[in-house]
C-alpha cells in the first residue's frame, strides 16, 4: 500500500497576515472643520450634554448603567424608557452619533464627481 503523502501545516502562513482591524488607512487630506451653531462657535465641543465625544466610552458608560439609571438617562435624552435594554442603548447611541457629527462639518464641501464616461451615463439613464 503506497504511503500517504503528509500534510504541509498552513498556520505558519496564517500567522504571517495581519488581521484587518490592526490595520489603519490614511486618506493624506486635511480636516478642518467649521462650526455649526452658535454654541460651537462659542466653544462649544460637544461634551457638555453627553460628558464625552467618544463612542466607546459612552457605550461603556451605558453598558455600566443599571436598568433604571440606564431608562432615566433615556428620558433626560428625551426618549420613552422602553424595558428592553439592547434596543435602548441602540438608540441612544444612535442618538449619540448624531450629535457628535454635528459638530465635524468639513470646511471644504466635497469635490464634484468626475465626468462620466458615456456608458456610465447610459447605466445611470435606465433608472429612469
Known sequence: MAQKKKSIKKSAKKQAKKPLESLSQTHGKEEKFQPTTLDQVWGESGN??????????????????????LQTHAHTMGFVPIDDRVTLIKKLVGEFKKHISSFSKPTHPASPPAELSDAAKKTLSEGR
Do not use: A, H, I, P
Not at 457638555?48 to 439609571?69: A, H, Q, S
Open 48 to 69: 457638555t450634554k453627553y460628558g464625552t465625544t467618544d463612542v466607546n466610552d459612552y457605550v461603556r458608560k451605558l453598558e455600566n448603567l443599571n436598568t433604571t439609571d
